[in-house]
């Protein structure tokens, strides 16, 4: 999507693997760091000034990930839609939780720990059972267990915790299988959705075979899923937030490799957005979490005059499939 949502705008992107980049850190107090394409036959450098921008999508591999995207962008200077930083924060739920809270922003009561001893106290303090277990990392719904009684509670926290599996501990939000999600560009939510589990299936995710239906989110809650992206570092983002019976809205993940069927779903461009997003931003050098409030830099605050220009777009292979 993002490739012809380029092309059609008169860019010349082109895709790029993860897997087949090396990074190249040089001894000079000057820089000359590198990266280089080892998909041929012979190793072959990108040159930075060829590039004016990368669109991450980094799903799963975040170990390299994030090396990868913060040398594009800190080490040579290439204008990234999503910063290093961000990606990992979105990619380590309790970090997500951590850094949502230091911003002052409202998400269910949640509690973390290594090799728990105490598992009634650990549910008592989020608020009793059922209670929502999830995996420190995961995403598609896998990962996200409901707990709802003590025995089901005890043998479910024993086999995860025996296995050195990371698994925090939240209060369960009662959404009747509802929830939202809203992908934030800059300082602006450009579509959002509600979306609704299966039969049976408390997960409202679409890859678990839920549906998905465009709502028209309140400024309120817009501003609070920009806030949410903003405080992970992200400019572009899919935030996801759920209701409970009074109404109350509770960030609950956040997505830097976030779906794309949500542009099926609601009919936006949002590949093309993203592309306006760049086009407006990228001569910053760095990451857009700066913007100004028009989506803009103070640098730069028209797309260039001569669109024939290279991004590069950095793709997993599960990544146009979640949501």
């Known amino acids: 999507m993002f490739f012809k ?18 990074l190249f850190v040089s001894d000079s107090e000057n820089g000359f760091d590198r990266i280089y394409d080892g998909s041929g036959e012979m190793a072959e450098r990108l040159v930075a000034r060829n590039y004016d921008a990368i669109i991450p999508r980094i799903h799963s591999d975040v170990n390299f990930g994030v090396p990868l995207v913060r040398h594009f962008n800190q080490n040579l200077g ?14 380590n739920k309790f970090e997500t939780h951590q850094k949502l809270s230091i911003a002052g922003i409202k998400t269910p009561k949640t509690i973390f720990a290594k090799s728990p001893k105490h598992i009634k106290f650990l549910i008592e303090k989020i608020g009793d059972l059922p209670a929502i277990a ?3 990392k995961g995403s598609l719904g896998l990962g996200v267990m409901i707990l709802k009684d003590v025995e089901q509670t005890n043998s479910t926290m024993e086999a995860l915790y025996h296995n050195q599996v990371e698994t925090l ?11 939202i999600r809203a992908i934030v560009v800059g300082n602006e939510v450009v579509a959002s959705m509600e979306r609704t ?3 049976g299936d408390f997960r409202a995710n679409v890859s678990r075979g839920g549906t998905g239906m465009k709502i028209e989110l309140s400024e309120a809650d817009k501003e609070l899923c920009i806030k949410a992206a903003k ?5 572009v983002a899919g935030v996801d937030l759920i209701k409970d019976a009074e109404g ?12 794309m069927q949500i542009q099926e779903i609601t009919g936006i461009d949002i590949a093309g957005k993203i592309i306006e997003y760049i086009e407006k931003n990228h001569k910053q050098k760095t990451t857009g979490t700066s913007a100004n409030a028009n989506g803009a830099s103070a640098a730069s605050a028209a797309p260039k005059e001569d669109k024939r220009t290279f991004w590069e777009v950095l793709s997993s292979l599960r990544a146009e499939k979640s949501l």
């Open 5 to 22: 949502a380029a092309a059609k705008r008169g860019h010349n992107p082109v895709i790029k693997n993860p897997n087949n980049l090396y």
């Open 197 to 199: 589990g299966k039969k």
């Open 231 to 235: 405080s992970i570092n992200l400019s």
């Open 248 to 259: 109350n809205s509770y960030i609950i993940e956040i997505n830097a490799a976030f779906g």
């Open 78 to 91: 290439i204008f990234s839609t999503q910063s290093a930083s961000g990606i990992r924060a979105a990619s």
């Open 134 to 136: 999830k995996t420190v």
């Open 169 to 179: 501990l939240q209060a369960f939000i009662d959404g009747k299988a509802k929830d």
